[in-house]
């Protein structure tokens, strides 16, 4: 679905690798992982909030809640952006800066500007089969934590800082406003360092360095969208390939198994008075888990649609076209 | 359509390369791939120096070994070249992990084991907590609870039981005097170093037979595993070449005989009363109230009984009791209600406050907390990976091991005595906007263990590897820092730990001064 040139950028603001406290985020609206193309030469930018918060967290597969922590919450500030480099082949990034604080217990918070993503997506098939137009995309993407935030203090901390190669496929199918996504993405993830020098999974390691487990992630979204309005539920699932269970009263650790299912909710509107302004808004839940918090979480943006096409008419105009 | 195909095509085949490409991330450990321990010298008249608990190195008595023309011996022989015939390539890593050295790979193993141990019990629902029972190590919460001054201990006696066990061992190599098995037969194909040392009893099985009796006592519940190295451990000396079965058999009857007088020891040292009771730990705070102080409360919720508040009592290696209390037991803290501690709670606001990376970069490193070897097993981390570069005999592995690991067990006790002595409350307890950059450990404040086990640590390194010196001092020192960086403690805690652990430190250089090993 490429003509929704209004459609704005909806930030997944690299948020799959905060997983312990705020995976769930990854259920938003997110362009990187959703059948939406920027046509060429525009380029949709805009910042977005979030705030997500848990109170009861999965030790391994035992549900629980920790007085010493109280609610763990997520407050981010994103930008990102979205450049049609053709009508099938988009360039995103988006980065976040995250604060995280626990209400109960002693630790100190953090905050800090986390990972840089960047992705390409691009379209390869689009076609009318049967009543609607089904249409395939594949995205690559890149993330890296571009300042020295600490890791290993979860579940405080705000980034896992691993280094990311992802790669996605997606699967689209609209017949009039309805329409059904389903997606599916591999991560590999790079091996990170943290401060101490050796610590224990469930043998010891003499090292600083630590092997964190490549991830599966998974998603449905289905809804109506049309040229002014989107509105989708969201299924997400995010499966790590590998890692351990925090043992008993112990605390997390990046290299965790850490899985969730989380379901949401995501809306969109094109602000009509003003050509290319949009806003966004959402939310959703986790209703299971291994090794995360179950977060809850809302999140609100505003973006805007540069056109750089010499030609005078909106991209919204040259989108009826199609 | 078909160019696009094409395109989208080459860009999965493209991103899938870099992707298996970047997948090769194993990690190895600072060990793991050492070589073979080569001593720089034998230290063959080891049997002479001073043990710890023997009373003369031959207290326990090793039969005299078969000779190497019986047909027994080449018997025992022909099992190594039996092995050495079909050996697997996990028989030759496991030749290469034991061959860098005995000491060192029981001592790795009993920080994994404390790693693994060292968390504290989940509440029970109505807000008390379990306590793990040595009689039932299996059943949550586990036993032990392998906490500082559980590990400083567990530490101490398998370094020092390793240590007397070899004295021994030297003792009756040099008395029979047998060669190793490749002097005997120049056939056999050597997978490790080769010395003039004799081989019976076999230090290595010694070695192994007083860790593994030491840690039936220490880790009840762990004996699959260690009884699987221990296996691989004597194994792997016998497929190298480097002992016959009769060697290994000798060694570790010896070590365990040795490790059975640690064993008693251990039992009657009163770390098993080290937890106390309800009237017990209502008394301590009733006492601090009663001086006009402000008493310790745990900070966790539900709030925690106080870490081993009886450890104090604990039979120390180097000192005794009355010894501890008159000669290094530290002065009291700054009174609660002074203007010092004020200004000492005041700083450690600050202190968190400015949270910049590089303090918890420092505040990290040293936590050592839940989930890790502790600081005595950091500090025997950092002194193992020292003593590698040395070239030390095993003898003098267990001999610098049991230093240290007896330095860092009486500093735990003398810690613990004035803990629970002062009983001072944390300066979060004072001030509850200090967020701490690491978790804040369940016992009082007055001294702090880090300093006082880095400064106990740093002052018998200094003199088993002299050039090290400076090195271990500026890491005591950030240890003892790291603690006030994180906003667990006050200057005082740290600053009178660090010395008072320096007072542990040098009954331990005494004793190494007058051990007969020399340095």
Redesign the interface.
């Known amino acids: 679905m490429k003509i929704t040139l209004w459609y704005p950028v909806t930030g997944r603001l690299s948020v799959l690798s905060i997983l312990f406290s705020v995976l769930s985020i990854t259920a938003m609206a997110q362009t990187d992982a959703d059948a939406i193309m920027m046509e060429k030469n525009n380029f949709c930018t805009g910042a977005m909030y979030s705030y997500s918060s848990w109170k009861n967290y999965w030790e391994g597969t035992f549900k629980r809640d920790n007085?010493?922590f109280g609610t763990v919450s997520t407050k981010m500030i994103g930008i990102m952006g979205n450049y049609g480099i053709s009508d099938?082949l988009n360039v995103l990034f988006s980065i976040p800066y995250v604060q995280t604080k626990a209400t109960?217990?002693?630790?100190?918070?953090q905050k800090g500007v986390q990972d840089l993503s960047l992705w390409?997506k691009?379209m390869?098939?689009e076609k009318k089969i049967g009543p609607g137009t089904l249409s395939l995309y594949?995205v690559?993407g890149f993330s890296f934590p571009v300042t020295?935030y600490?890791v290993?203090?979860l579940p405080l901390s705000i980034g896992l800082r691993s280094k990311n190669?992802s790669?996605r496929g997606l699967v689209d199918y609209q017949v009039k406003n309805w329409f059904a996504t389903a997606g599916v993405t591999?991560i590999?993830r790079?091996?990170i360092k943290?401060?101490?020098?050796?610590?224990?999974t469930t043998?010891?390691?003499?090292?600083n360095?630590?092997?964190?487990p490549?991830a599966m992630q998974y998603q449905f979204r289905a809804g109506w969208r049309s040229d002014r309005f989107i509105a989708e539920a969201v299924l997400s699932n995010w499966t790590t390939m590998g890692g351990f269970d925090i043992?008993?009263?112990?605390?997390p650790f990046p290299s965790n198994k850490m899985n969730m299912t989380a379901v949401g909710v995501s809306g969109k509107y094109n602000v009509k008075a003003v050509d290319g302004l949009s806003i966004i808004g959402g939310g959703n839940y986790t209703v299971a888990g291994r090794n995360v918090g179950q977060s809850t979480g809302i999140y609100g943006g505003v973006f805007y649609i540069l056109n750089f096409n010499k030609k005078k008419k909106t991209t919204e105009q040259s989108s009826d076209k199609k | 359509m078909k160019k696009q195909i094409l395109f989208s095509l080459i860009m999965v085949v493209g991103v899938s390369l870099v992707m298996l490409h970047s997948c090769t991330k194993s990690v190895a450990g600072r060990t793991d791939d050492i070589s073979a321990l080569q001593p720089s010298k034998t230290d063959a008249n080891a049997g002479t120096w001073k043990p710890i608990l023997l009373n003369a190195p031959d207290e326990f008595a090793v039969a005299a070994p078969i000779a190497t023309n019986s047909p027994d011996y080449i018997a025992q022989v022909n099992e190594i070249k039996a092995w050495q015939k079909n050996i697997s390539e996990k028989e030759k890593e496991m030749v290469k992990y034991w061959s860098a050295g005995a000491v060192l790979r029981w001592n790795e193993i009993l920080r994994e084991l404390v790693a693994k141990h060292n968390l504290p019990p989940y509440q029970n629902a109505d807000g008390t907590y379990p306590f793990p029972s040595a009689n039932n190590p299996l059943a949550y919460p586990l036993f032990p609870f392998a906490n500082p001054p559980y590990a400083a201990r567990a530490y101490a006696y398998v370094s020092a039981a390793q240590y007397d066990a070899l004295v021994a061992a030297y003792h009756y190599k040099k008395l029979y005097n047998r060669a190793a098995p490749y002097n005997v037969d120049a056939s056999i194909n050597v997978m490790v170093n080769k010395s003039d040392l004799p081989s019976y009893p076999s230090e290595d099985a010694v070695v192994e037979g007083a860790a593994v009796e030491m840690l039936k006592l220490l880790f009840p519940g762990d004996q699959d595993f260690i009884q699987q190295k221990a296996t691989e451990h004597k194994n792997a000396r016998i497929i190298s070449g480097a002992n016959v079965r009769s060697d290994i058999d000798a060694g570790e009857a010896l070590g365990k005989a040795v490790a059975q007088k640690f064993v008693t020891r251990a039992r009657g040292d009163r770390a098993g009363a080290a937890i106390g009771n309800q009237a017990g730990w209502t008394q301590l705070e009733n006492d601090a109230i009663a001086k006009g102080e402000t008493p310790w409360y745990s900070l966790e919720v539900p709030k925690r009984p106080p870490m081993l508040p009886l450890f104090g009592k604990v039979k120390a290696f180097l000192f005794d009791s009355l010894t501890m209390v008159t000669q290094i037991r530290p002065g009291p803290p700054p009174l609660v209600k002074s203007d010092k501690m004020k200004q000492e709670t005041d700083e450690a606001l600050e202190n968190i406050k400015n949270d910049t990376r590089e303090h918890y970069r420092i505040v990290h490193y040293w936590a050592d907390g839940v989930g890790t070897a502790t600081p005595p097993g950091h500090w025997d981390a950092i002194a193992a990976e020292d003593f590698i570069k040395k070239n030390y005999s095993e003898v003098r592995w267990a001999r610098n091991m049991a230093l240290l690991n007896m330095s860092l067990m009486d500093a735990a006790i003398v810690c613990w005595d004035a803990k629970y002595y002062y009983f001072n409350p944390r300066p979060t307890q004072l001030n509850p906007a200090i967020k701490t950059l690491t978790g804040i450990p369940n016992f009082p404040a007055y001294i702090s263990g880090h300093s006082t086990f880095s400064g106990a640590a740093a002052s018998i390194l200094s003199y088993i590897i002299p050039e090290n010196a400076d090195k271990y001092n500026a890491m005591a020192k950030e240890a003892s820092l790291s603690r006030m960086y994180a906003g667990i403690h006050y200057r005082a805690d740290c600053e009178v730990g660090l010395v008072t652990g320096g007072k542990v430190g040098a009954y331990a250089v005494a004793r190494g001064n007058s051990d007969g090993a020399g340095n």
């Open positions: 007085a010493n099938k109960a217990g002693t630790l100190h918070g390409i691009y390869p098939f594949a690559g020295n600490v290993d203090y190669i790669l591999y590999n790079s091996n943290i401060d101490r020098d050796s610590y224990y043998e010891l390691h003499l090292t360095e630590v092997d964190m490549d043992t008993k009263n112990n605390m």
